[in-house]
């Protein structure tokens, strides 16, 4: 069974950037397409991009220009950059297969906030 490992959150000012990782235990075929996934303080978790085995991308509206997925399948790893953070992107971020799988990573924090 593949677990995910995230790392990269913190606390950062508006307008700051970090850099997400996602590390697959168990690896992680290259079918498979893949997603960042964020939970907002009192709200339901939501897909922030995802990106298909031959590296397509795809973005929901309130981050696209400003995050950038991307994966390398042979070491197991899928990394969100994100620029230009805001207050609104706050949030648990997690990494799973998209559509999801049932079991879940304890995701990272990220904060933004001056």
């Known amino acids: 069974q593949v677990q995910f490992v995230e790392s990269g959150g913190g606390l950062v000012q508006p307008g700051g950037s970090l850099r997400l990782s996602c590390a697959a235990s168990?690896?992680?075929?290259?079918?498979?397409?893949m997603a960042w996934y964020r939970q907002p303080p009192g709200k339901q978790r939501e897909v922030v991009a995802r990106?298909?085995?031959?590296?397509?991308?795809y973005y929901t509206n309130s981050v696209k220009g400003r995050f950038t997925i991307s994966r390398d399948n042979a070491k197991n790893t899928m990394y969100l950059q994100m620029n230009s953070l805001k207050p609104e992107d706050t949030a648990v971020y997690y990494c799973?297969?998209?559509?999801?799988?049932?079991?879940w990573g304890q995701g990272t924090q990220i904060t933004v906030s001056s």
């Open positions: 168990g690896g992680i075929s290259s079918i498979y397409t």
């Open positions: 799973n297969r998209y559509p999801a799988w049932a079991t």
């Open positions: 990106v298909t085995g031959d590296g397509r991308t």
